[in-house]
């Protein structure tokens, strides 16, 4: 098997890290602000390294041809009269520093593509190969895109030969006329200013390129990597972006300097295109007027399937530049070993960066039948594989023969001991809770609360193919379903807590239905009870998170006694108490976030009931968990079921304070006690639910939420107006 990235080392000694929600998830980002919506997307951020320019080279750049040598190729360049100043010492089209220029920024800049044009004429006639990227200066024009997003970079290196695929909009003025730009074709964003603005000039350029990054890996399933550049006068950046890590070089003067640039250039202009960050395994196409894509799945065993999507389920994931970067198709498989498959049934395909310690899912799904099989019986095991998803193809996805990853992309370098840290600035926004953005699509994933950088946290890029095609349970809009569901799912977590197994990310977006069935998903965070895995990423999902994990420490002890156990230096661990907390949670979110009449209106008790539950900050959980639930605010068909809910409640409370009398938490008897009662409770509420319809809130309830159409919630692009008249 291929070998993947290295390993993390492991620290046994502490607990894990404290959660800190991507506010690329939030209400901000999908607010339909600029401003608002790029802000999460720097917080997230936060300081990345500044890496010296030979670092940048070796690391993050495409390798040179081996034909190009930059020296040789600078001291041609210099020998050219039209390309290079030897009165200045400098570019002939840059023999004034841009901030002096008489002109506006867009000319000023634009003879940039005027040096591009002369390094890659020169690099040619050594490299052996046409220039693979051409240079594109229009700031007055939004290339295309698949999700609304109208900014217009200064500049991009983009593909001669185009990705896109012409999907029909309506007729083209001329039959000659080309197809606009588009993001997908994009390789390199750059942005420039003048420099008269002092420092302030060098942050509106990071919050731009920043922007144009995210977008590109956002927006485009074919993205492992993507690059910029920024210029602020004669003061030039390298940017670099991939699901580990955002990286910037060190500033140097490009105009006196012209090493840096040609090599920069002579790099990116001849590079393979999987070197240019794009994935080779995925292939952009037009079926039926609409974008699709060929997924390429290597199994472990060798074979090589190629599934054609029909639709996108999820790809919220991937609204975080650093991260998972998951993306959830429906598909059909295309091609088996290279042939044909004609009338294939639709499956679910899943695409993810996992950190590259972490066990592939379906390799840890296999692992809980095992034990199962061994702890349990093969009837049990039988019997648990029903409430769980089934596997048909998994594997690692390859690139240029190797298994891809970000330790690839950076060519298995970690960060340099000289690097420094730059903070990228973050705009000022009003304090608000972190709420999603769809409302009913809960999605926050933690991160450490530092964004400092001690080294790359690699990851490692797998695909799944499952054979269930599911609705998550927020999708369901009968109240009986979904406690049924819910009750399906404990006895998934039942099977896995019986071998020592807790899951650690029960949400509403892995609770899933299939036929008359429920279902649980997303394992990649489950993981065997005393296990010595400490990771750098924070598991949990915020509205569905116990309280303990939040806090990270025990909230049950007996107060003013001294427990047995007791250390402060015990390190906190997830237990299948926490498990079933979640599960509650989902039960209560579904209560307090529905009403039982289309177009019904929450009361104003409601409302205020749900903001207190589920007040999308971190910190509130305990006291979110210590409130006793007050139905009556419901509707009052929801009331009787509401009351399961409750006695859930408060049979979950007692099983803390009993596991708690201990340290660590002595939690099998209480939880052997707990998933009984749970049982009989979401019995009992699918008794009292039936006929009981559930209905989206209206706006009243979802005040910081927005269930808009994922176009519509995508951020305003940065007007720029003016762009052509700006003198700075």
Known sequence: MEKECASQPKDISRSDTGPRPKRSSSSEYRSGDFNLGRSPVLSDLGEIPSVSLEYFKSAALPPLRQQIDVTKLKESLQRDATVWSNTSKRWAEFETDPKKSGKHKGETFKSLSKVFDAVVREASKTAGTPAKLRFASRPMEAPKSGRTNSTRPDAYLLLVDKKTVDVPEGKKAHASE????SWDDIAVSFEFTKGTGGIADGKDDDRKVIWSLHHI????????????????????RFWFT???ITLVSKPFNFCTEPEHLIYFFSSIAFAEDHALGWDPTIQRVCV?????????????????????????ISDYSADALSGRGTRVFEARLKFLKGTSVKDAKPVVLKDTWRDCDRDREDTILNRIFDDLREHRGREQEEEARKYFLTVLAAGNVMVDGKTDSTDCLLRGSDLPTDRTPHRLPVDEVPEKPIRSGEGFTPIFRFAPYSTKHSKVHHRTHSRLV????????????SLDTVFATLEDVRKALQFMHSVDWVHRDTSAGNVLRWDQIGKLGDLEYAKRMGSNTIREVRTGTLDFMACEVEAQKCLFQPPGRWVIGEDENTPFRFNPLHDMESLWWIATWTLYHHVDQEAGRPSTEQIDAFHKLFPGRLQARGYAFFTRLN????????????????????DLMVAYAESETTMPPAYPKPLATLHPIFAECFTSAVEHSKTVSLFSPTAELRQEDSSAKRQQEDPTPDPREKKQTERS
Do not use: W
């Open 178 to 181: 080309e197809l606009p730009d």
């Open 217 to 236: 890996m956002r927006s485009d399933p074919c993205r492992r990597a993507t690059f910029g550049v920024t210029i602020e006068n004669t003061e030039m």
């Open 242 to 244: 991939c699901r580990a």
């Open 288 to 312: 039926g007027g609409k974008v699709q894509y060929d997924i390429t799945v290597c199994t472990d065993e060798g074979d090589v399937l190629v599934y054609q999507t029909t639709r996108v």
């Open 466 to 477: 499952f054979k269930e095609v599911c609705r998550p349970i927020y999708e369901l809009r």
């Open 631 to 650: 139905f009556r605010v419901l509707p009052a068909s929801f009331h009787n079921a509401a009351q399961d809910v409750e006695n859930m409640h408060q």
